[in-house]
């Protein structure tokens, strides 16, 4: 074994390859099995016929036998003849990459094919990058993928798929020590039993989707509702075999990887889950908010670099991560880094979205200095609108359009925080309590509240204590009961209509923003037909967009919606009134900068005025920083 030392490795090697080529006999001989079944019945048509020429099988009862088999030989055989050509052309599925060629990445290559002669593998036949934290080699032999990638594996050889963000994070050292057991799978990959199984093996998981392609008539979506059963029954014969050859070939690459970069290798480890975590919180917290307002971050591996260096500023376990910012960055090994960057970007945008394939108007991309501004305050403003929007719905009064309200008209956060506020007496206030709320004394008026409000928020909490004290004292089984269908009553029901409505505002806006995205993809692939003559592919829609191929969180509840809507006006009305401004937080997306530092305690009073309908906590925010409830702010 070349590049291996060790008799260590040379045993743990042999052992995984030979694991891997008995698994691939095992899935060859499932496809063999399923030969012989259906060249069966013509085999025994052929001995049929043959004991009829010798004069051994003869009578009226053989003739009517032979014509009987005869017929169920050529059926059987017309329909494997089918399967097997479905199988053949069926599609296999693709990762969709940005492709690199090698005028564009010279030393990529050149790294690439010095480790793969280090390891006396064969080189991959292409490179090609990904928006994940992963890599792998992917096989593009099929005369699909030929037309689709320019990359494709024309020799013979797979494809080498690196995850990008590895590249801008990862130093030169350690991209090849975590490349070295990927590409050392290049040699099982070569042999011909691994190979021919993998073949069989992705044609029925290609064959398995052939009902749901677009297109079909009704017969023979039907004949290939058969294909796909007989394809689904082979590749459950066949899964358990093929699960164990990958890895076979896993464990023969990483033995043979060992003598590349070991020690290397187990710090660079370190950094693949790192890089994942980062790469997990820019997508989830920065670039969404950015996608779902027609814009898409342009750098998205640049930012994996600033979102880690943050995260190693504020965790201790990630300490001295950022110090190896000195040495060479693996994304020196791109001609144009820039460009690779805005590409994956891009494709990151339409596989974790389903944004465009191509900027446009209403898809452009975004430089992280103007992200505060154009994705953080727009937001923000188209937020507060759609809010404003929804009390217009259920037709909630304006804060000036009453005659004897002193605020001035227009959006404003004092109208929300009204509608939001319920009423809660104060423990042991008696009648007098309520007597004071109906008078406009209480907290339900909106007015300003005296100097010892905390110390009266702490006694309510004290209160409510001792009441769920007082409640673990009663022995009656129905008061129990009657508390706890109580507690299943709304707290605040205002909050309820109020997130009602803005779940369906948000539904007809995605709506009818999904109709204009497919009426202009159907318009292209009408355009495209008519040049080119084909069938041009169905346009297929999910929750954010249409064709999110991995979507990253799920929809948004109503009272996630709400929530995030009263923020997005407590954010607009302290950048109008006071001295704050919209910001980018690396970790947790946009942020407000109170003072040049960001406003982290706004969450929980917001929450608390929407869940419970307990405006004081956030009043007592709002005097904090300056903010004036009473103000409009400005929206989109």
Same mark, same amino acid.
């Given at each position: 074994m070349n590049g291996v030392s060790g008799t260590g490795s040379v045993v743990g090697?042999?052992?995984?390859?030979?694991?891997?080529?008995?698994?691939?006999?095992?899935?060859?001989?499932?496809?063999?099995?399923?030969?012989?079944l259906a060249v069966l019945p013509a085999a025994v048509a052929v001995v049929l016929y043959a004991g009829g020429v010798t004069g051994h099988f003869t009578g009226a009862g053989w003739d009517t036998a032979r014509w009987v088999v005869t017929v169920l030989a050529v059926l059987v055989l017309l329909a494997s003849a089918a399967v097997a050509l479905v199988i053949a052309r069926a599609r296999p599925a693709a990762t969709p990459t940005v492709e690199l060629a090698e005028t564009a990445a010279p030393d990529l290559y050149r790294l690439v094919r010095d480790l793969a002669d280090r390891l006396g593998v064969p080189a991959p036949a292409a490179i090609a990058l990904t928006p994940d934290c992963d890599s792998w080699l992917e096989d593009r032999t099929h005369r699909a993928h030929r037309h689709l990638h320019r990359t494709s594996g024309g020799d013979g050889a797979p494809v080498l798929v690196i995850g990008s963000p590895f590249l801008w994070w990862m130093r030169?050292?350690?991209?090849?020590?975590?490349?070295?057991?990927?590409?050392?799978?290049?040699?099982?990959?070569?042999?011909?039993?691994?190979?021919?199984?993998?073949?069989?093996?992705?044609?029925?998981?290609?064959?398995?989707?052939?009902?749901?392609?677009?297109?079909?008539?009704?017969?023979?979506?039907?004949?290939?509702?058969?294909?796909?059963?007989?394809?689904?029954?082979?590749?459950?014969?066949?899964?358990?075999?093929?699960?164990?050859?990958?890895?076979?070939?896993?464990?023969?690459?990483?033995?043979?990887?060992?003598?590349?970069?070991?020690?290397?290798?187990?710090?660079?480890?370190?950094?693949?889950?790192?890089?994942?975590?980062?790469?997990d919180r820019l997508l989830t917290r920065v670039a969404l908010p950015a996608w779902r307002m027609g814009r898409w971050p342009a750098k998205l591996d640049a930012g994996v670099v600033s979102a880690l260096t943050e995260l190693s500023r504020r965790d201790r376990l990630a300490?001295?991560?950022?110090?190896? *910012? &000195? !040495?060479?960055?693996?994304?020196?090994? %791109?001609? =144009?880094?820039?460009?690779? +960057?805005?590409?994956?970007?891009?494709? @990151?945008?339409?596989?974790?979205?389903?944004?465009?394939?191509?900027?446009?108007?209403?898809?452009?991309?975004?430089e992280w200095s103007q992200y505060p501004e154009e994705v953080v305050d727009r937001k923000w403003r188209t937020d507060a609108a759609r809010l404003h929007q929804a009390l217009d719905g259920l037709g909630v009064p304006g804060t000036g359009d009453s005659p004897s309200s002193d605020d001035a008209p227009g959006p404003t956060l004092t109208r929300v925080m009204a509608h939001l506020t319920t009423a809660r007496p104060e423990a042991g206030a008696g009648v007098g309590a309520s007597t004071g709320a109906e008078s406009g004394t209480g907290t339900e008026t909106g007015g300003e509240a005296g100097p010892g409000d905390e110390h009266g928020i702490d006694a309510d909490l004290d209160a409510g204590?001792?009441?769920?004290?007082? *409640? &673990? !004292?009663?022995?009656?089984?129905?008061? %129990?009961? =009657?508390?706890?269908?109580? +507690?299943?009553?709304?707290?605040?029901? @205002?909050?309820?209509?109020?997130?009602?409505?803005?779940?369906?505002?948000?539904?007809?806006?995605?709506?009818?923003?999904?109709?204009?995205?497919?009426?202009?993809?159907?318009?292209?692939?009408?355009?495209?037909?008519?040049?080119?003559?084909?069938?041009?592919?169905?346009?297929?829609?999910?929750?954010?967009?249409?064709?999110?191929?991995?979507?990253?969180?799920?929809?948004?509840?109503?009272?996630?919606?709400?929530?995030?809507?009263?923020?997005?006006?407590?954010?607009?009305?302290?950048?109008?009134?006071?001295?704050?401004?919209?910001?980018?937080?690396?970790?947790?997306?946009?942020?407000?900068?109170?003072?040049?530092?960001?406003?982290?305690?706004?969450?929980?009073?917001?929450?608390?005025?929407?869940?419970?309908?307990?405006?004081?906590p956030l009043r007592v925010w709002l005097r904090r920083t300056g903010v004036r409830p009473e103000k409009p702010v400005r929206l989109v």
């Open positions: 090697e042999e052992w995984g390859a030979r694991a891997a080529r008995s698994r691939a006999l095992a899935v060859l001989r499932v496809r063999g099995r399923a030969l012989g030169v050292g350690e991209l090849r020590a975590v490349l070295a057991p990927v590409v050392a799978g290049t040699g099982p990959a070569a042999h011909p039993d691994i190979a021919a199984a993998r073949r069989f093996v992705r044609g029925l998981d290609a064959a398995v989707a052939v009902p749901r392609t677009p297109g079909l008539d009704p017969v023979r979506r039907l004949g290939a509702q058969g294909v796909g059963q007989v394809a689904r029954v082979l590749l459950r014969a066949c899964r358990g075999h093929a699960a164990e050859m990958e890895r076979g070939v896993a464990a023969a690459g990483s033995e043979r990887a060992q003598a590349v970069d070991y020690g290397v290798r187990i710090v660079a480890q370190e950094q693949v889950g790192l890089a994942y975590a980062g790469w300490d001295g991560f950022s110090s190896r *910012l &000195g !040495e060479r960055p693996a994304c020196d090994l %791109l001609e =144009e880094p820039g460009a690779v +960057d805005e590409a994956t970007s891009l494709l @990151a945008a339409r596989l974790f979205h389903g944004g465009p394939a191509a900027p446009g108007p209403d898809w452009a991309p975004v204590r001792d009441e769920h004290a007082d *409640l &673990g !004292e009663h022995d009656d089984l129905t008061d %129990l009961n =009657e508390h706890d269908e109580h +507690d299943d009553d709304p707290v605040n029901p @205002a909050a309820d209509a109020l997130a009602g409505a803005l779940s369906a505002l948000v539904a007809r806006e995605e709506a009818a923003r999904e109709a204009r995205v497919a009426a202009a993809a159907e318009e292209a692939a009408r355009t495209e037909e008519k040049g080119s003559g084909t069938t041009a592919p169905y346009v297929v829609s999910g929750p954010d967009g249409p064709l999110p191929l991995f979507p990253l969180q799920p929809p948004r509840t109503g009272r996630d919606l709400l929530a995030d809507h009263v923020t997005a006006m407590v954010c607009c009305a302290a950048v109008d009134t006071a001295e704050a401004a919209p910001g980018l937080d690396w970790l947790d997306g946009p942020a407000l900068l109170v003072g040049g530092e960001r406003a982290a305690d706004l969450g929980p009073r917001v929450l608390a005025l929407v869940e419970d309908g307990d405006p004081e």
